[in-house]
């Protein structure tokens, strides 16, 4: 079985990137995840976005903590199961952490969402969630992918070691940058600590440079716009054993968007 799993889809031009790329490649995998907590306009998500990303061959949707930026997803994400907040939020958060997602061959893959703590909101520890999860997974089911979105690489590399054996792969988001370690690691977990941004990159993670540096420079409150240049869908792609539910491979992907207009 073979898993595309696409980073923080940033705004228009990420969902862009889908709109042109992602129908010439999505043949090739079984099972197709993307984060989209930054699907409008570089800050939440909302229904008619996440229907429209639904509707570029995306089988499931992770996010993180910009979920609630959209006021409009609370009652939608409590109904829609392909759209994941993280699990780690307190009881009585709308929706749900993670969810079983069906190939069109029979397996069944449990896909899960959770918040890093450093540097980011109080929520329940991950680790001790992540147990809680894992004790009581169905029956049958082996294939497991974690989104953890999280800031420090610390927390996402400790994540990768304290699963590894235990899960098909941990897939860190939030930084927007992709980092060039992915690998599998001794149990049969693949790992990456970013899979990077699905968006413009000519900009600091996905905003206009102007803006930031503008920040940087006075500290002075600025209002982030998503840019518009260097598209590029970034992603990786994992080979699973359906047997074990283990990973055999993992590659990194960056693919440009051919053309450079705007819309």
């Known amino acids: 079985m073979r898993v595309l799993f696409m980073g923080d889809i940033v705004g228009r031009p990420g969902r862009r990137a889908l709109r042109e790329i992602l129908p010439d ?20 998500i909302t229904p008619p976005l996440a229907e429209e990303i639904f509707s570029y061959g995306v089988h499931a949707i992770t996010t993180g903590n910009h979920v609630w930026s959209k006021k409009e997803i609370y009652d939608y994400i409590e109904k829609e199961p392909r759209l994941l907040r993280p699990a780690n939020y307190p009881e009585g958060t709308p929706g749900r952490g993670w969810g079983i997602f069906q190939t069109e061959s029979g397996i069944r893959v449990c896909l899960i969402n ?10 329940e520890n991950p680790f001790r969630m992540m147990d809680l999860l894992l004790e009581n997974l169905e029956d049958g089911v082996k294939t497991v992918i974690l ?20 899960v098909t792969a941990v897939i860190g988001t939030h930084t927007h940058v992709q980092t060039a370690d992915e690998v599998i690691l001794p149990g049969g977990t693949a790992y990456i600590t970013d899979v990077g941004m699905t968006g413009p990159h000519d900009s600091v993670i996905g905003v206009k440079k102007d803006a930031v540096l503008r920040r940087f420079i006075t500290m002075m409150p600025v209002k982030f716009d998503v840019a518009k240049g260097d598209i590029r869908l970034s992603a990786v792609e994992i080979d699973v054993d359906e047997n074990t539910g283990k990973a055999t491979r993992i590659s990194r992907i960056q693919i440009p968007l051919k053309s450079t207009t705007h819309d």
């Open 25 to 44: 490649i999505k043949s090739g995998y079984d099972l197709v995840i993307a984060n989209g907590e930054n699907a409008a306009g570089g800050f939440g």
């Open 114 to 123: 959770l918040l890093g703590r450093i540097f980011m909101e109080p929520t």
């Open 147 to 166: 989104d953890f979105h999280a800031e420090a690489t610390s927390e996402k590399i400790a994540m990768g070691w304290y699963l590894d054996g235990r």
